[in-house]
């Protein structure tokens, strides 16, 4: 396994570490376990896409990943501590293979040691610590780990603690907490991590160790113990009696990745992904329990819940300006039922720039779905993305629409078979996708028959939570020049996982990737549109790209295929107008300014500690975000705001004129969406002018 290295070290140094005694360890490895990282190493090596050695490169790396994912923040190892873990940085390639894990077991006591020592010091000491803090003081802290090295020694790791612990309290006094419920808030917080501490056994360990090796193939690979077994669905999905939502783990935060179409919390409408939950409770009255610091899993046992129950969510909003801003939902848990994932469409009256509009028939397409019962039963009306898509077509037509707009913004994907099918609705024939296994061999997927297709015009529309499957579809679209792409970049997972039993638990590993008939991949970069949109969603939080050790982009073979139009030459020339229009839209306007402000609250890596100057820093965001709305509110003619307290905001319907029973307000406007459709008109009329121009003159 591991080349280039003198023999003689590579002994010594194994010999050491295989020699290692458990006598002494709290938490110990079983046989069961040792089969399992044999079994676990070989799978990797031999399935995975990437086709990495677990070799002293990778031995090196796992080791730094390991010890990140234990304390990536810096706040419990010393510089000491990170030093005697070298012993074990080129030999962990021998030792896994053969079922020693004496180094992930010797590195975890010595880490839960430090953990315990230092959630016991900061509940014994935090009422004394509180009562002297200064909040007047002018200091800073880092809140971006990545500014910190390894304290030197405990003095400094203790001057570490002393100012993480004023800031969150800080932060608890800015979020207007009771004075006399600041310590009693954290002291819960640190002894609720402390009872969990002490509860970690074999599994928790091992798992932690083995995702240390599994996510450098990449973020997709990951090892599941037995208990993770019970609850697995891919990506922690909620949506089974849950609020539908795919969680992740940030530093001591639960993040919102994305939610789950029409599921309860995409339809409550306040849960947003990159939010991150910092407290749950159950009912409307139950208690907040905090759960920072807390394992992903067990803040998933919490926010499940039987269907008809409610649970609410304390959350720190994404575009927040700091992290004492915090947002309380409630959410009334239920499942994803099939039909409310079903695209559905409407018409859209676009202004044709002559006082006249053009109609533009909208589909949205939450997900890629289809009732697979269903279909093995026979039954000749079973749903799928496809069959209804295709009736939806058929209506829009009979509305008189010229052309269409397909919104597949945050459509997280589903069945590549849907997805292929959906294409065929808009090509006459053709492959759709090239599938390359870990073997090289490249499997090619499509629409095999020549049959009648929409050729009217087309317009995609994506975002930055537009995945897989929707990234398969918008992709071939592009690449047959069918239509024109729009939106933000997508997500670009373009990855393919298969489950393989272990003899204690399962791996999910990566074993294929998308390629479009392009031969581009859409892992990584994803699909970029022609004409690009403001992000909502900033990069370096959601998306492929965001994640550690993501597979590259790359390219294979492309395919020979049919181009339905050469769009091309229209791309600028609609760019230019999409420009010229967006420039004067109070709305559009609105939402780059908002996209702008967010941006620059994510670029904090370092705080004040002085309470005054933290206000003021809150007050002038608060005048920013203030500033921006006024900004669109006086272009639109309405009276700006005084602050957002102002009895001026009030809801569109007020009590005079509520809605009548049983009828919904109306939308506010989906400025995206109608941009989309200017496009579409904005093409449909360069092609009728173009048609005009060169069309034969009448004799």
Avoid: C
């Avoid at 559905?344 to 909208?362: F, M, Q, Y």
């Avoid at 049983?662 to 008109?681: K, Q």
């Amino acid at each position: 396994m591991s080349a280039n290295r003198p023999w003689l070290r590579t002994g010594l140094a194994l010999a050491t570490l295989l020699a290692t005694a458990p006598v002494a360890a709290k938490i110990w490895y079983t046989d069961s376990q040792s089969e399992t990282a044999a079994e676990l190493v070989e799978q990797l090596e031999e399935r995975h896409y990437a086709k990495l050695e677990y070799d002293d490169e990778l031995s090196s790396s796992h080791l730094d990943n390991y010890i990140e994912s234990l304390d990536g923040g810096k706040m419990f190892f010393t510089r000491a501590d990170i030093e005697s873990f070298e012993q074990y940085r080129y030999v962990m390639d021998e030792a896994l293979p053969r079922g020693r894990l004496d180094a992930g077991f010797e590195i975890f006591n010595r880490f839960e040691d430090r953990l315990t020592t230092r959630l016991e010091q900061v509940v014994e000491t935090l009422p004394a610590l509180y009562a002297a803090m200064d909040f007047s003081r002018d200091e800073t802290y880092a809140v971006d780990p990545e500014l910190r090295d390894w304290a030197g020694d405990d003095a400094a790791l203790d001057e570490r603690w002393r100012k993480h612990l004023k800031n969150q309290a800080l932060s608890l006094r800015l979020a207007d907490k009771d004075e006399d419920d600041i310590v009693d808030t954290l002291l819960k917080r640190y002894r609720t991590q402390l009872t969990r501490v002490r509860q970690y056994n074999a599994q928790d360990v091992f798992q932690l160790y083995a995702n240390a090796l599994t996510e450098l193939y990449d973020p997709h690979t990951n090892y599941f113990s037995p208990r993770r077994k019970e609850n697995f669905d891919i990506n922690m999905s909620l949506s089974l009696e849950g609020i539908g939502a795919v969680l992740q783990l940030e530093d001591e935060y639960t993040k919102v990745s994305r939610l789950v179409a029409a599921g309860p919390a995409d339809k409550q409408g306040e849960l947003k992904p990159a939010d991150r939950i910092i407290g749950v409770g159950q009912g409307d009255s139950g208690p907040m329990v905090d759960v920072i610091g807390w394992r992903l899993d067990e803040v998933v046992d919490l926010i499940r819940g039987p269907k008809g129950t409610t649970v609410r969510l304390n959350v720190i909003p994404a575009d927040a300006a700091s992290t004492e801003v915090h947002k309380e939902i409630q959410i009334v848990r239920n499942t994803v039922k099939l039909e409310e994932q079903s695209a559905h469409s409407r018409v859209l009256e676009v202004p044709a720039g002559d006082d006249s509009t053009i109609k533009v028939g909208v589909i949205d397409i939450p997900a890629f779905y289809i009732d697979f019962e269903a279909m093995r039963r026979g039954d000749d009306d079973y749903k799928s993305t496809t069959r209804d898509v295709r009736r939806l077509l058929d209506e829009l037509e009979s509305e008189g629409v010229e052309g269409i707009v397909v919104d597949l913004r945050n459509n997280g994907g589903g069945s590549l078979q849907e997805a292929n099918e959906l294409t065929g609705l808009f090509i006459e024939y053709g492959p759709t996708v090239q599938i390359r296994h870990s073997s090289r061999r490249v499997w090619r997927d499509g629409k095999r028959m020549r049959t009648a297709y929409y050729d009217g015009p087309l317009v995609v529309l994506i975002n930055r939570l537009s995945a897989s499957a929707s990234e398969i579809f918008a992709g071939a679209i592009q690449d047959y020049e069918r239509g024109i792409i729009v939106g933000d970049r997508s997500f670009g997972k373009g990855t393919v996982q298969t489950l393989v039993p272990l003899t204690e638990g399962q791996l999910k590993i990566t074993e294929s990737k998308f390629y479009r008939i392009s031969g581009d991949s859409t892992q990584h970069r994803g699909v970029v549109p022609d004409i690009t949109f403001p992000s909502l969603y900033d990069p370096e939080d959601i998306g492929e790209s965001s994640l550690e050790h993501a597979l590259s982009w790359d390219q294979i073979n492309p395919v020979r295929h049919r181009r339905y139009g050469d769009l091309d030459p229209l791309i600028p020339e609609l760019s230019a107008l999409f420009q010229e229009r967006s420039a004067s839209d109070p709305d559009f306007n609105f939402l780059v300014d908002r996209v702008a402000l967010a941006d620059e609250n994510d670029d904090i890596q370092v705080v004040s500690l002085n309470e005054e100057t933290r206000r003021a820093e809150r007050e002038a965001r608060e005048a920013r975000a203030l500033a921006i709305e006024n900004k669109r509110r006086q272009a639109l003619g309405e009276e700006p705001l005084a602050s957002f307290d102002d009895e001026a905001v009030e809801d569109e319907v007020g009590e005079d004129e509520a809605a009548p029973d049983g009828e919904e307000e109306e939308d506010e406007a989906d400025v995206l969406l109608s941009e989309a459709g200017n496009i579409l008109v904005d093409a449909l009329l360069m092609r009728k002018q173009a048609y005009a121009i060169h069309s034969p003159e009448e004799e």
